[in-house]
């Protein structure tokens, strides 16, 4: 039975009801700080902790319950009478239920982003020591940790005449657990914050947002967790709820388009771009970018870094479409993307940072590498011909750079100043990716006069930017270092294109 309780919270959320309810069962609570005198103003009868110890808080707070006469009462194992016998002879007193949760570090220090000076006046020390000490006991009392658990307590206390069954306080002991962890995970978090490289320990601390009906297929299953803290950077307007693939295919499309300043449009499917274009108003990137391929981007994904109006909202509910990505949606559109309920609607707001490494699980461990980006290698570009490009076709080529990164390798692309015209994504062959982007373009009614190539690696062999000359490429953009690539430049030479090399390798799997 539970005789004595000890509460000492931060998140006073529920603690009241809770209070009232353990003082109606006729027992004891005892309390410190803020929560003493949050229950004593609700009514609430509290014995203060320092008049069992003997001394009250010390140095600004920071020492209240560390006393052997409350960790004693804590970790006193019922079935062991030494322990009773020890706890007699300090004056201890048996503690059935211990009620605790913590200094919020990570809304206070880590989203705040203190100083350290101030950051460590977050780090909980008693609370965590109590409530382990609670759970290590679990056999002999109950440790409540989250507030979300109060009512479910107060349903199994009065279900079962005042007791709480070991099952059930295991599954309190569990979440103490998961929540010390999560705690002390983001505490090294913030103190190896600006090392420098990969540091040698990796803490995810993740929360599950919500249950995925699956994952790439429906005989996976498959969950969105959230980083502590940390709420979702996006919000859906409407729509079904997002998928697995939904989550997969928005990372791509979010970070296409925030590459560039220009109004832009992404199209995505299956993590490949299958349209991209440019526009003085994003409904002309729009239409830019479903001429990229008229017939996959059905059922695609869709993003813009513009606000979307309504004229183009009413282009976006034609087809078939996954989800629409944006910064901003105006009244007027989100009217019109009403008449399409299960379209997803997603608009990320200004604080959207992109995720900046990646983690891989494989055989045995993880990989982790930095995400892909920009390296700025298009500011020190390597021409290797001749001939020399245009302001116009160096815009080409920077468009078609940007855009080959988010292929899959071999990864290759076709692009003008303002639009993908093609794309070849994940052949084992370097060449099959060319001729395939060069049959999509055609597929599309498009064509290849002037255009540019970008490749996310090394051309092994001439043949590749012989059979993009003979449809009307101009420029290649490339990493370079192959052994064969003063063959590939004389080539180049011979059929009158400009090729300039990058340094800088993509590949993407």
């Known amino acids: 039975?539970?005789?004595?309780?000890?509460?000492?919270?931060?998140?006073?959320?529920?603690?009241?009801?809770?209070?009232?309810?353990?003082?109606?069962?006729?027992?004891?609570?005892?309390?410190?700080?803020?929560?003493?005198?949050?229950?004593?103003?609700?009514?609430?009868?509290?014995?203060?902790?320092?008049?069992?110890?003997?001394?009250?808080?010390?140095?600004?707070?920071?020492?209240?319950?560390?006393?052997?006469?409350?960790?004693?009462?804590?970790?006193?194992?019922?079935?062991?009478?030494?322990?009773?016998?020890?706890?007699?002879?300090?004056?201890?007193?048996?503690?059935?239920?211990?009620?605790?949760?913590?200094?919020?570090?990570?809304?206070?220090a880590v989203n705040k982003k203190l100083a350290f000076a101030k950051a460590i006046e977050f780090i909980d020390i008693g609370g965590p020591s109590m409530i382990r000490a609670a759970a290590k006991n679990y056999h002999s009392i109950v440790p409540l940790c989250n507030p979300n658990f109060y009512a479910d307590f107060i349903t199994q206390f009065t279900a079962n005449e005042g007791e709480i069954s070991l099952d059930v306080r295991q599954k309190y002991a569990c979440e103490v657990f998961s929540m010390t962890s999560r705690y002390e995970a983001a505490i090294y978090n913030y103190f190896t914050r600006e090392s420098e490289g990969f540091k040698n320990t990796i803490n995810l601390s993740l929360e599950k947002a919500e249950d995925l009906r699956y994952g790439e297929n429906p005989?996976?299953?498959?969950?969105?967790?959230?980083?502590?803290?940390?709420?979702?950077?996006?919000?859906?307007?409407?729509?079904?709820?997002?998928?697995?693939?939904?989550?997969?295919?928005?990372?791509?499309?979010?970070?296409?388009?925030?590459?560039?300043?220009?109004?832009?449009c992404a199209i995505i499917k299956h993590a490949n771009p299958c349209g991209f274009g440019i526009g003085e108003s994003i409904n002309e990137a729009f239409h830019r970018a479903v001429s990229t391929d008229p017939v996959s981007y059905?059922?695609?994904?869709?993003?813009?870094?513009?606000?979307?109006?309504?004229?183009?909202?009413?282009?976006?509910?034609?087809?078939?479409?996954?989800?629409?990505?944006?910064?901003?949606?105006?009244?007027?559109?989100?009217?019109?993307?009403?008449?399409?309920?299960?379209?997803?609607?997603?608009?990320?707001?200004?604080?959207?940072?992109?995720?900046?490494?990646?983690?891989?699980?494989?055989?045995?461990?993880?990989l982790v590498q930095q995400k892909d980006s920009d390296q700025g290698e298009l500011n020190g570009l390597d021409v290797v011909t001749e001939l020399k490009p245009s302001s116009g076709q160096i815009m080409a080529m920077k468009l078609g750079w940007t855009l080959v990164r988010y292929v899959k390798s071999n990864g290759i692309v076709y692009s003008n100043e303002t639009q993908l015209l093609g794309v070849g994504a994940g052949q084992m062959s370097r060449v099959d990716s060319v001729k395939i982007g060069i049959r999509k373009v055609n597929e599309a009614g498009l064509n290849l006069d002037g255009s540019i190539l970008a490749s996310d690696a090394f051309f092994p062999f001439s043949d590749s930017i012989e059979i993009a000359a003979e449809e009307g490429v101009k420029v290649i953009i490339q990493p370079g270092g192959s052994i064969k690539d003063q063959d590939v430049i004389n080539k180049a030479n011979e059929l009158g294109l400009v090729m300039a090399f990058t340094k800088t390798r993509h590949f993407y799997h």
Not at 75 to 81: E, F, G, W, Y
Not at 227 to 250: C, V
Request: aromatic share 8%; with cysteine.
């Open 219 to 264: 005989h996976q299953d498959a969950a969105f967790y959230l980083p502590d803290g940390k709420e979702l950077p996006w919000t859906q307007l409407q729509g079904k709820a997002l998928s697995y693939n939904n989550y997969a295919d928005m990372e791509s499309a979010i970070s296409m388009v925030l590459e560039f300043d220009e109004a832009s």
């Open 1 to 108: 039975m539970i005789k004595r309780a000890l509460i000492s919270v931060w998140d006073k959320e529920g603690v009241v009801e809770l209070g009232k309810f353990l003082q109606n069962n006729n027992i004891e609570i005892l309390s410190t700080g803020g929560t003493q005198t949050v229950l004593e103003n609700a009514g609430v009868k509290v014995t203060s902790v320092a008049d069992i110890t003997g001394t009250g808080a010390v140095m600004d707070g920071r020492v209240k319950t560390l006393d052997p006469k409350i960790f004693g009462g804590i970790l006193a194992d019922r079935n062991n009478p030494s322990h009773l016998t020890d706890l007699d002879s300090i004056d201890g007193l048996e503690i059935d239920l211990v009620v605790v949760n913590f200094y919020p570090f990570v809304n206070e």
């Open 298 to 366: 059905f059922g695609g994904i869709v993003a813009f870094n513009k606000v979307v109006d309504a004229d183009t909202a009413s282009d976006l509910v034609k087809p078939f479409l996954e989800c629409i990505i944006a910064p901003e949606v105006t009244p007027e559109a989100l009217e019109v993307f009403k008449k399409k309920k299960n379209l997803r609607v997603v608009t990320i707001g200004e604080n959207y940072k992109l995720s900046q490494d990646s983690i891989k699980s494989v055989a045995g461990g993880y």
